[in-house]
């Protein structure tokens, strides 16, 4: 019986110990986490990034849909002023393939609101823009069909003002 509560005993000292540790790693887990400070104000512009990641080889034929089915749709938004800049990159090296992006997307949009509401006049550029819809959605779908990954990454521009 001695054993057994020196056994506990024991455990409540180690406890005792490593708790206040653990509590305090657990409370300066939200000081350590590094995001991204918010975008200013609410008419504020709001950029985000679009990237693509194709299966290797196929990172031409995705470009080539890419200009032609989605570019100029993009181009028209920016002509209503739903967007306010559309930019197209690709990385001038590689990465690892876990780190590999092919093509960046970056859109500005006047302001956040926009930026994460849909476009209601979307669905009739596209049919204005495209008027065989069965080639188009063919294109579409062979274009995300070579998608290996696609993220988008609000950003904020946090340089000094001078």
């Known amino acids: 019986m001695a054993s057994i509560c020196f056994?506990?005993?024991?455990?409540?000292?180690?406890?005792?110990?490593?708790?206040p540790a653990i509590l305090l790693f657990l409370c300066a887990l939200p000081a350590l986490s590094q995001g991204a400070p918010p975008q200013a104000a609410a008419n504020a512009p709001y950029t985000i990034e679009y990237y693509y990641k194709v299966q290797w080889g196929h990172q031409q034929e995705f470009l080539d849909l890419f200009l032609k089915n989605h570019y100029p749709l993009l181009k028209k938004i920016v002509e209503t002023g739903r967007m306010t800049s559309v930019k197209i990159e690709a990385p001038a090296y590689h990465a690892t393939e876990d780190g590999r992006w092919d093509y960046r997307v970056t859109i500005r949009y006047p302001n956040a609101a926009t930026a994460v509401t849909a476009n209601p006049d979307e669905e009739a550029l596209i049919k204005r823009l495209y008027p065989d819809q069965q080639t188009y959605k063919r294109e579409e779908q062979r274009r995300f069909e070579i998608l290996v990954s696609h993220w988008d990454l609000p950003v904020t521009d946090i340089t000094p003002s001078k």
């Not at 056994?7 to 708790?19: A, N, T």
């Open 7 to 19: 056994g506990k005993s024991r455990e409540v000292v180690i406890m005792r110990r490593i708790l």
